[in-house]
């Protein structure tokens, strides 16, 4: 069975393809504001250089929410597409916070805004989510660190290895029925 992981929910790229048990290619690189531009062309890339193609692909795990605008287009519309092509296709999708909190204590954050003051913020302990995903101002930040002085605290997927997050936390990924379950 062939395995596609990407995330466009940040500003990174990434892309890994497993057959089986065996890792086979990936790609993790900063790819800011071109995630139109870079995904397919990239995704095409690593298939060809595999000899596979997107109908042999069974199972595909990808981060959704919450993502930058671009991110979650690009997304939606590859995986709509290929669900038409091929309805036999398993989706899997997982909260890109906690995809970044990992099963740390950890408060997760995603920038909004280009002035950095503005942010998608989640609260992680040990993978159990404590501080719902919401949107905060740079100043309520300040706040939510003292409620937990001893979580770390995870920016924009800095220093996030995606391809070790996406395999530790596979069993945490949820099956979609239809893409439309994604609530963006």
Known sequence: MLYLYFSLSS???????????SYLVGIQK?????????????LC????KNNHSLKEVSEIYF????SGQTGIRVSLAFLSTLQVLNPKVKLYHIDVLLLQAGTDNCI?????DSQGRKY??????????LLETQIIWKEELEKIVEKFPNF???????EIDFLTSFQKLKNDFDLLKKIEEINY
Do not use: M
Request: charged content about 20%; hydrophobic content about 35%; some cysteine.
């Open 152 to 158: 770390l605290l995870r920016k924009d997927c800095q």
């Open 63 to 66: 981060t959704s929410t919450p």
């Open 11 to 21: 500003s990174f790229l990434f892309l890994a393809l497993w057959e089986n048990d």
């Open 45 to 48: 890339q690593i298939l060809e």
């Open 108 to 112: 997760s954050l995603l920038t909004i």
């Open 120 to 129: 998608h913020i989640a609260v992680y302990q040990g993978g159990k989510c």
């Open 30 to 42: 900063k790819n800011t504001r071109f995630h139109s531009e870079n995904f397919l062309s990239n």
